[in-house]
């Protein structure tokens, strides 16, 4: 990195705030473009301060870093386009700094963050050191990284936003999950949302490896695009990661699929695109199995927050979107009292709505599309729900419809950008309604 370089920070959030520390500290000439200024940290005030970072006041910059919350049609990001300044994002600025770095990385519509998660969990394991970041919350962008000595491998969890602004990103394995519809209010459409997600193949070559769910038509339809080695994981991965009592690799059986404790079929795919990576790196089945089986839930991922007076409380403030929605209410098992609304992000989830109305027993609406929910429910002829207008007011209402031996389960469907920061602030609010109310 060069110094004396003048760089736009588009943002000053937690993607953001690692670089902003590097720039300084090499002594670029700072720039801030910041839409919630009021919003951020005392530690990006200092930082701020401290850098002599100024607001966004030319268009002659040599790069502009941004944060993945500022999509292509920002008016400002549109601006800087005209004037063809290199765009990236955090992502990208990270491995232009360590561009001979070993790294996993993971994307899809579900599973990305349990799945880098099991996968840093194994290399653990085995005593390999590794980085575990990315898009992952809680968790810690890549930029963290460039403020350690080097890592084995970098397990990185990355999003359609940052895939869409890479350049020379490079993943030795790049898994991908799944596409499903999901994040329509910033990409233009499904197919702008879908070849995103394939950008992480984007500069891969002959001696790197794609994992790929065999059991998704979305990525099936696109291999002819990828340059690497593919390797399948699925329930019909017959030549990667399966599994029919057993996981398996191949035809290598490994260990029983019931020693493996999350709930939840979708949780067995996360583990066999685990698998997958740990077999590519030749890791000891041992060590697979001790990752796996010692493997505790993220926060906000279908967390068990404990049993009261008979009654179980999950908190599943990570599901955003339809397709983990259903999975996520599928995986848990009883009489189930959901919570669940919130913002819109281009998707009515009207096929997780309608199970809802077959399966639940009853249903607390919390968020701004509160009406649309109540009225698919009304049409269907679906009346136990309610709609609450705080989380406290949710966890009251759904206690009114529960006994010993029910479910409440927050498994919203839809962002959390109406009542809350972001997917954590949400599941935290629940926890603590369970607790005083």
């Known amino acids: 990195m060069k110094e004396n370089r003048k760089i736009l920070l588009l943002g000053l959030g937690r993607a953001n705030l690692a670089v902003a520390e590097f720039l300084v500290n090499k002594g670029c000439e700072l720039y801030l473009y910041e839409e919630h200024i009021d919003m951020i940290s005392d530690t990006a005030r200092e930082l701020i301060r401290r850098g002599n970072i100024r607001n966004h006041c030319r268009d002659n910059y040599d790069l502009v ?68 970041g990315g898009n992952i919350s809680p968790g810690r962008p890549f930029s963290m990284s460039l403020f350690s000595e080097p890592y084995d491998y970098y397990v990185l969890e990355i999003s359609s936003f940052q895939l869409m602004r890479i350049e020379k990103f490079h993943p030795y394995i790049a898994v991908l999950m799944n596409i499903s519809r999901d994040h329509l209010n910033w990409h233009r459409n499904f197919e702008e949302y879908r070849t995103a997600k394939m950008r992480i193949f984007l500069n891969q070559e002959k001696s790197d ?42 035809q290598e059986k490994l260990f029983s699929v019931e020693k493996f404790r999350l709930e939840g079929e979708h949780n067995k795919i996360n583990a066999l695109a685990s698998i997958a990576v740990a077999k590519l790196l030749y890791i000891d089945t041992s060590k697979i199995e001790k990752g796996l089986i010692t493997f505790k839930p993220l926060p906000h991922r279908l967390e068990d927050i404990g049993t009261i007076q008979g009654v179980r409380y999950v908190n599943n403030s990570m599901c955003t979107n339809e397709i983990a929605a259903i999975a996520s209410f599928k995986a848990v098992m009883g009489p189930k009292i ?90 935290e609010a629940f926890k603590d309604a369970v607790r005083k109310n």
């Open 65 to 132: 870093v941004t944060s993945p919350g500022f999509p292509e049609q920002n008016e400002v990001i549109k601006m800087l386009r005209t004037k063809g300044i290199p765009i990236i994002d955090e992502i990208e600025f990270t491995f232009q700094q360590l561009n001979k770095a070993k790294i996993i990385a993971v994307t899809g519509t579900n599973g990305k963050s349990t799945t880098a998660s099991m996968i840093s969990n194994i290399l653990s394991s085995a005593n390999i050191r590794n980085f575990l």
């Open 338 to 427: 959901v919570i669940l609304g919130g913002k819109d992000k281009g998707d009515k989830a009207e096929d997780y709505l309608s199970i809802l109305v077959e399966q639940a027993k009853a249903c607390v609406i919390l968020g701004d599309n509160a009406a649309h929910i109540a009225n698919f429910f009304e049409t269907n002829g679906f009346a136990t729900f309610t709609i609450a207008s705080s989380m406290d007011d949710a966890l009251i209402k759904a206690r009114q419809f529960a006994a010993p031996g029910d479910i409440i389960l927050l498994n919203p469907g839809f962002a959390s950008f109406d009542y809350f920061a972001n997917f954590a602030d949400r599941g």
């Open 209 to 250: 490896y794609a994992v790929l769910n065999e059991d998704d038509s979305n990525i099936k339809r696109a291999l002819d695009d990828i340059k690497s080695q593919i390797v399948f994981f699925g329930s019909n991965a017959r030549t990667g990661a399966w599994f029919n009592g057993m996981f398996a690799y191949a």
